[in-house]
């Protein structure tokens, strides 16, 4: 049975607000990701985790050698209060850069499930009445939700404009991640 013409106009302009296609919407319904989809999902996350990296690189050096150029600025002899002063800056820096590291170790971890969850192949369903949240910023963006069968998603502002509060869809996702939708 072919959808009504209205009806596939419809899920066609969600895809474009949300980036998929009819092959993409196709293969999710057989329970599959498309390639282009694995592709995006393998590489969501990396970007943080290195940019913690270069913080914590950054943050190690700045906090000794901002302790060891402070050093160098100091007369013979060296009062109590200075040492403990490059002491501190010293030690900020390795507890910060310390801090970051951990950061960068977690997120290379749930990229790397990420990757594992998309690697699989399949994707899940979840359907019923969608419920619609824009959160209002004062200095930053508004950030669009939907709710779906008891998942929430981050979506954009186009496809949070064209999806209609209460009425039924299905959702296809993974990993916290919508993929594609449809009325349902």
Sequence with gaps: MMPAPNLQAY?????????????????????RLHPSQTSRGRRSGIGCAVFLVLLAILTILGGT???AFFYS????PVERV???????MAGAGVLLSLVFAALAVFQFLSVGKRRRQ??????????????????????????????VGGHSFTVGAALFDLVTHGAGYRVYHLAGDLLSLEPG
């Design 11 to 31: 899920v066609d302009q969600l895809g474009r607000a949300h980036g998929f296609g009819r092959e993409h919407l196709a293969m999710n319904r057989a329970g």
């Design 118 to 147: 998309y690697d699989g192949g399949g994707c899940a369903l979840a359907e019923g009445p969608a419920s619609k949240t824009r959160v209002r910023h004062s200095r930053s963006p508004d950030t669009f939700h939907i709710e």
């Design 73 to 76: 600025t100091l007369r013979e």
């Design 82 to 88: 200075d040492m403990n002063a490059v002491y501190a």
């Design 65 to 67: 050698g901002g302790a």
